[in-house]
């Protein structure tokens, strides 16, 4: 399954919920995030600069591969991204198969190949306010970031991405959650389809 939506549209608060109601070891959750292409040819103050909204920021075949196994009944070794250095850490998260997986990530309807893989896709939908909001939050809790930075990524290239891409994805999407976590109708509608799956595969 799929949760896509814009920068702090509630997507993690969303996959948070599944995974607190769901039973226990009936779902696995993957982050797109950690599939950040890495770039140690370049100096880090060069990493700063890129684009890491557009789609391809991202290592789409090797979570691909991933989630084939994983579909396959098989472990993964899920790379770990650093978003102070911009790299990938030599250490990874190993990922044992569920019968639900869950991935999170703004991009993730973009590429064909990969949409195909997921077999209920949510969009998460927030305002554009609240989002930057949530962002400046995280990023500054999170990611050690200044608000000067944050800024400048907003502008050159989180908004315009999110034009360009993320939000045209949302044509993909089986169901549109207004307003993320808080939006309970729609939470319990996905949990029952999550519910019957996690039975059929028991």
């Known amino acids: ?19 607190e109601r769901m039973p226990r070891g009936s779902v696995v959750t993957l982050a797109h995030d950690a599939y950040y292409k890495p770039r140690p040819d370049l100096p880090l103050a060069e990493r700063e600069r890129l684009n890491f909204d ?11 591969e991933d989630l084939d196994r994983l579909a396959q009944g098989k472990e993964v070794l899920v790379p770990i991204y650093d978003f102070a250095t911009h790299l990938r850490r030599s250490e990874t998260r190993l990922v044992r198969p569920a019968p639900i997986v869950v991935v999170e990530g703004i991009l993730l309807l973009v590429a064909a190949g990969l949409r195909q893989r997921f077999d209920l896709k949510l969009f998460v939908d927030t305002d554009a306010d609240i989002r930057i909001l949530r962002r400046i939050a995280r990023d500054v809790r999170e990611r050690g970031r200044t608000l000067e930075q944050i800024q400048t990524q907003y502008v050159d290239t989180v908004r315009p991405m999110h034009l360009e891409h993320v939000e045209p994805s949302k044509r993909w999407a089986d169901l549109v959650i207004l307003e993320g976590g808080h939006n309970e109708v729609a939470l319990d509608l996905v949990l029952s389809k999550l519910r019957e799956v996690s039975c059929s595969e028991a």
């Open 1 to 19: 399954m799929a949760v896509v939506g814009g920068t702090g549209s509630g997507k993690s608060t969303v996959v948070r919920c599944i995974e």
């Open 54 to 64: 557009h789609p391809d920021a991202l290592d789409n075949g090797r979570l691909i």
